[in-house]
């Protein structure tokens, strides 16, 4: 079974690697960008029993940092 | 608009930010998985007009390096 976390920041914190993929963007001659929000994502292959307990505990204590990230967790 | 990029690494190519993970989860005492994958969530805020073929250039030019990383594109 496959699990899908995407870690991002949360709103209003600085995204420095954002605005660099931003900048990149626009060098590039596209234009209509508002805004670029980088952020992680981790694929996890694990045993139908895992729980979205543990997925969440594993999260919130290794996965993102809390303070200024955000998780969401998508079950394939 | 907003639309989600996510790269991930091709299969076959080595992983040592997924293996780091994937050891650290079973250091907390998590059992039952298999595989840990890292990549890059990129989060674009656009005007509608932009197309497909645009965001998909935007990968194969900038966010993706394609010898080793694939990308999806998910329209919101």
């Known amino acids: 079974m496959k699990t899908r976390i995407f870690v991002t920041l949360k709103n209003g914190v600085l995204d420095p690697q954002g605005k660099a993929i931003h900048h990149a963007i626009e060098g590039l001659g596209f234009s209509g960008v508002h805004d670029v929000r ?3 994502l981790i694929e996890i292959e694990h045993e139908p029993g895992l729980s979205k307990a543990d997925l969440e505990s594993m999260c919130t204590k ?3 940092n809390m303070v200024i990230e955000n998780f969401e967790i998508e079950q394939a």
Do not use: E, K, N, T
């Open 38 to 40: 980088a952020g992680r």
């Open 62 to 64: 290794l996965l993102a």
